[in-house]
């Protein structure tokens, strides 16, 4: 790409042409220099410079097989990549790949970029700070953006939530999450859901119970994590209904707590206002209220991670925001920064401040570019709000539609712009059809859409569009979800 002209490789190829161009057409490069943001764009899409979804080649193509080739003889087995492309591209809500296909892009990196790719803002503000501090280690001497983007997270966090730390990813917070609560009520219990997703480290695994998937071959994982059943309404483990069911579960977490074994024990409860990996499942009224009773009626440290469902995913810019609750620490990451490593902790500060002095920290934890660039993500995050509902009410009736007409789709459900549908042998049922959504995954990905699955059961198509993305865009998406949906599901 021209980076003067902002043109697509292969337009000019000639670089004298190319040159005499810009001379015949100076204002190019005053165009380029003032392209509106992605932000300041959304309502306009005709200023991005791809244009999608465009399918050339059916992926993946050959360039993308070549490199699939290389990942599979130098990358570890381990890692698993579900759209079998590479892609050397990407701008707004597109991403293009090594192929010259165009997709749409409803995983947004895995819900990390929440204001789709490459906001410029964010762009700028990682170039402004690279030119003045790179790196120096906040164990070592302070800086600017550390200090700002703490200072805007006491801001920012739903309750009286002081100081933070800045890590390098989410997996990284939970884990100095949990060594927070522990040094603060030194209780040796931690709790989280059975369907819960906190990261891949062995603590992380530890606070799961998707065995199968997550820890298989791993060994033992950490003793001392107690899980437990979520709010999970569709598949309820006491098989009863909301709201006649008086929120039942909350009543057998208390029992939990208060048994033998755990009783004055607890030392933290770890839970996402509503699930993400684990099929964006949202908890009924009330629920998360007397959550947090039980939790302070025990000395429990409720730590809400809202790595995935943070900055605005659900409408709100914390979906703890959604039921009136004060969380004791929020864990952040991904949105945060909408592009580079980060994740936070921020607290209350008589627990954030228990653990002994230099006992926290790491070398690169809070660099000043993720930090600078953290400062913008979280304004454009703020701009977006507003457009959630407009996402939400498209995508609600959709999925509801779908749900009435497809014997496959068991429930359609999330909050704001995390909504997905759980996909099912029948009804009545309910056995679950991972492979469907795999098929219905792929089916988008050959049409030019990229969505996520998820679930308990690797049964949920999850969808997480920008928030910036416009309202003709989104129908498209959903449009060629509904034809694979359709294409898929055909006897
Ligand atoms: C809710 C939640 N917690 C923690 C993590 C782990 O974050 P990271 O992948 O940045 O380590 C994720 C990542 O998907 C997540 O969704």
């Known amino acids: 790409m021209c980076h003067w002209c902002l043109c697509e490789p292969g337009i000019v190829p000639n670089k004298?042409?190319?040159?005499?161009?810009?001379?015949?057409?100076p204002m190019n490069k005053n165009r380029s220099r003032n392209k509106p943001t992605v932000a300041e764009s959304d309502s306009r899409s005709g200023d991005w410079r791809l244009k999608g979804p465009r399918i050339l080649v059916e992926p993946p193509g050959p360039n993308s097989k070549a490199a699939m080739k290389r990942k599979q003889k130098f990358v570890t087995a381990g890692l698993g990549v579900s759209h079998p492309i590479a892609i050397d591209y990407a701008e707004g809500p597109f991403l293009r790949d090594v192929d010259g296909n165009v997709y749409l892009d409803f995983t947004v990196g895995l819900g990390a970029l929440n204001c789709g790719h490459r906001p410029m803002e964010v762009l700028n503000a990682w170039r402004h700070q690279i030119d003045r501090l790179d790196h120096i280690c906040a164990m070592v001497s302070m800086y600017e953006p550390y200090l700002q983007l703490a200072e805007e997270l006491s801001r920012i966090c739903p309750g009286n939530l002081r100081k933070s730390l800045i890590m390098n990813s989410g997996s990284e917070a939970i884990e100095n999450s949990v060594k927070i609560a522990r040094a603060y009520n030194k209780k040796r219990w931690l709790m989280s859901y059975i369907t819960g997703y906190?990261?891949?480290?062995?603590?992380?695994?530890?606070?799961?119970?998707?065995?199968?998937?997550?820890?298989?071959?791993?060994?033992?994982?950490?003793?001392?994590?107690?899980?437990?059943?979520?709010?999970?309404?569709?598949?309820?483990?006491?098989?009863?209904?909301?709201?006649s069911c008086g929120l039942a579960c909350t009543d057998l977490l208390e029992k939990t707590v208060?048994?033998?074994?755990?009783?004055?024990?607890?030392?933290?409860?770890?839970?996402?206002?509503?699930?993400?990996?684990?099929?964006?499942?949202?908890?009924?009224?009330?629920?998360?209220?007397?959550?947090?009773?039980?939790?302070?009626?025990?000395?429990?440290?409720?730590?809400?991670?809202?790595?995935?469902?943070?900055?605005?995913?659900t409408g709100k810019l914390f979906a703890i925001e959604h039921w009136k609750v004060e969380p004791d620490l929020v864990v952040t990451g991904k949105s945060l920064s909408m592009g580079l490593p980060i994740g936070a902790v921020t607290g209350k500060e008589e627990i954030m401040d228990a653990p002994a002095a230099a006992s926290l920290g790491g070398t690169y934890g809070g660099n000043p570019i993720c930090c600078a660039g953290a400062l913008e993500a979280i304004k454009l995050a703020k701009r977006a709000l507003p457009n959630v509902k407009m996402i939400h009410r498209v995508e609600k009736k959709r999925l509801n539609e779908w749900k009435e007409r497809y014997e496959s789709v068991g429930d359609a459900r999330g909050l704001g712009a995390m909504m997905g549908i759980e996909l099912v042998k029948t009804k009545n049922g309910k056995v679950p059809a991972p492979q469907l959504a795999r098929n219905i995954q792929l089916n988008c990905f050959r049409k030019g859409l990229y969505i996520s699955s998820g679930g308990?059961?690797?049964?949920?198509?999850?969808?997480?569009?920008?928030?910036?993305?416009?309202?003709?865009?989104?129908?498209?998406?959903?449009?060629?979800?509904?034809?694979?949906l359709e294409e898929e599901t055909r006897p």
């Open 16 to 25: 004298v042409i190319h040159i005499v161009i810009h001379m015949l057409l």
């Open 198 to 243: 906190h990261g891949r480290t062995y603590l992380g695994i530890s606070l799961m119970g998707r065995g199968r998937l997550y820890r298989e071959g791993f060994g033992r994982v950490l003793p001392n994590v107690k899980l437990v059943d979520f709010a999970y309404c569709y598949r309820c483990h006491l098989k009863l209904e909301y709201p």
């Open 456 to 484: 308990l059961f690797g049964n949920v198509s999850r969808l997480h569009p920008p928030l910036t993305i416009t309202r003709s865009l989104l129908e498209t998406g959903l449009d060629i979800m509904e034809s694979a």
């Open 258 to 313: 208060e048994s033998p074994e755990l009783k004055d024990d607890v030392c933290c409860l770890i839970m996402e206002p509503v699930e993400g990996a684990g099929g964006f499942i949202n908890p009924p009224p009330g629920y998360w209220e007397r959550v947090k009773q039980i939790c302070d009626d025990n000395g429990i440290v409720l730590i809400d991670d809202e790595i995935q469902t943070g900055f605005g995913r």
